[in-house]
């Protein structure tokens, strides 16, 4: 199974007591010590208006990044393009790449754009392998909340509409190719960022519009087990039905996300993860992720039978334990997802065990 790459996604989260400062310097220096013990990828997440994440610029913490480190793949997980344009996308990751190039993933999400109707419902079904495949979580009252429409009030212009998803992609691929031509014909070239040796990979949650988006152009798709474990079979069953060969891509190419947390046993390994649910129920609540809570903080929750609802299909997938016990875990998750690639997101309070985690993946991952 050592064959099977293992990247990292980062939130950049902030522990409670800590400063942003804190998490961006733990984040980096997180970097360097995966890029020694081999993982392939560091992805850098983008979310807004959370007390308790500094990831709000995919871009900016890469460009950090990538002055500390040398050969590890970074990239974003994902880039929200509803209040983006195609144009500032390119550029950005166009800067980066002029500095450190072939080595950039210009992960692409839908978050933060206009609403595309709901997505196709599959029913809801188990992994052939025994995977864990929860019921389905609605996201339909977190998406109402007051406290997500100011987010996207306040990171677009005024009377601003967000450009069609599928439409705007090709924008970006024309643009980084140099063919980018208007309606009527007048060429654009964006300086630096035209020619950028850039990966492009789509994220997302379902088997709806983004998975057909990268299928149909023939990129690679990141599917999120972590976000979404309900839909992660559909996701990379839709991508691979729409999927159409390009000059990037012969076959379909899949990285599957999954929330880990490894200790040297499992009794400490559950201790670290305690705080993953308050964490999990302030984002669901739409209250904006929370500090990482220490474990005295975690044990002081009042736990009600809602909240252990609102939180049961993402505390219930993440795979927390032993070394051999997580790794048997992801190995079961890339044989039910075929995935060609693992992307790992751990979160602990503090910045030595989130390290340790990653280190005892990689020695386990590594004698398969």
């Known amino acids: ?5 293992l990247g990292v996604l980062d939130l950049v989260p902030i522990p409670s007591g800590a400063t942003p400062a804190q998490a961006l310097r733990n984040s980096i220096d997180l970097a360097r010590q995966t890029e020694r013990l081999g993982y392939a990828r560091y992805w850098f997440a983008e979310h807004h208006l959370n007390p308790g994440v500094a990831g709000t ?15 590890i793949r970074l990239g974003s ?7 983006r344009t195609a144009l500032s996308t390119v550029e950005e990751f166009g800067l980066i790449d002029a500095l450190h190039p072939g080595r950039l993933d210009l992960g692409l999400g839908r978050s933060g754009g206009r609403p595309t ?28 909340s007051p406290r997500i429409a100011l987010q996207r009030k306040l990171l677009m212009l005024p009377n601003a509409q967000s450009q069609e998803y599928a439409e705007q992609l090709d924008d970006i691929l024309a643009l980084l190719a140099g063919t980018y031509r ?3 014909g007048i060429e654009a070239h964006a ?7 850039v990966q492009v990979w789509i994220l997302g949650s379902s088997g709806g519009q983004s998975a057909e988006a990268a299928g149909a152009r023939g990129l690679r798709f990141a599917a999120n087990y972590h976000v979404s474990p309900a839909t992660v079979l559909e996701a990379v069953d839709g991508y691979r039905a729409f999927f159409q060969p390009s000059e990037v891509l012969d076959s379909p190419y899949v990285s599957v996300s999954a929330d880990v947390v490894v200790a040297e046993d499992d009794e400490t390994a559950r201790e670290l993860a305690e705080g993953y649910g308050p964490w999990v129920r ?27 609802a609102l939180v049961q299909d993402r505390v219930d997938t993440q795979f927390v334990g ?12 890339q044989e039910a997802t075929g995935a060609d690639e693992l992307l790992i997101t751990t979160m602990t309070h503090d910045h030595a065990d989130r390290v340790r985690s990653y280190r005892l993946l990689a020695e386990e991952w590594a004698r398969r």
């Open 182 to 184: 208007s309606p009527d």
């Open 117 to 144: 109707g709901k997505p196709a419902q599959a029913p809801p079904r188990a992994a052939a392998n025994g995977l864990l495949i929860p019921p389905r979580f609605s996201f339909e009252q977190l998406l109402g």
């Open 322 to 333: 032993s070394p051999g016990r997580v790794a048997d875990q992801l190995q079961q998750l």
């Open 77 to 83: 997980g994902a880039v929200q393009l509803g209040h």
């Open 1 to 5: 199974m050592s064959a099977i790459p």
């Open 57 to 71: 610029s995919p871009a900016v913490v890469l460009a950090l990044t990538a002055s500390a480190t040398s050969t």
């Open 282 to 308: 302030s984002i669901r609540t739409a209250e904006g992720a929370i500090e990482y809570p220490t474990l005295k903080e975690a044990r002081a929750h009042d736990w009600t039978e809602a909240d252990r």
């Open 191 to 197: 300086v630096p960022g035209e020619g950028a040796d």
